[in-house]
Nanobody, 127 residues
């Protein structure tokens, strides 16, 4: 089992940057594929970016490609979401998620693939 705690959200002007962190408990962080999702008010939760167990594969929502980067630090049991060139439409609560993964290289993009979730951190981009 793994527990996830996000941090780093806040208020930022359009064009600015934020880095979200997700700290995972436990000693088996390297066994989990990780994902970032977001949910804006009145909208469904959507996949933003994900990273494989070994960190070698990533996948992104089309609208954030080239602006957002997912990375992981196994030594720190932490996954990051670097967000640059933020837009007002990026405003949402951001959640990290974990999935125990047999494959070291697969990235999972459906919320149904993940069994563990953090509590979320809010991101507000002002225009």
């Amino acid at each position: 089992q793994v527990q996830l705690v996000e941090s780093g959200g806040g208020l930022v002007q359009a064009g600015g940057s934020l880095r979200l962190s997700c700290a995972a408990s436990g000693r088996t962080f390297s066994m989990y594929a990780m994902g970032w999702f977001r949910q804006a008010p009145g909208k469904e939760r959507e996949f933003v970016g994900g990273i494989s167990r070994n960190g070698g594969s990533t996948s992104y929502l089309d609208s954030v490609k080239g602006r957002f980067t997912v990375s992981r630090d196994t030594a720190k049991n932490t996954v990051y979401l670097q967000m640059n060139s933020l837009k007002s439409e990026d405003t949402a609560a951001y959640y990290c998620a974990a999935r125990l993964a047999l494959s070291p290289t697969l990235v999972y993009i459906s919320s149904k693939d993940y069994g563990y979730w953090g509590q979320g951190t809010p991101v507000t981009v002002s225009s």
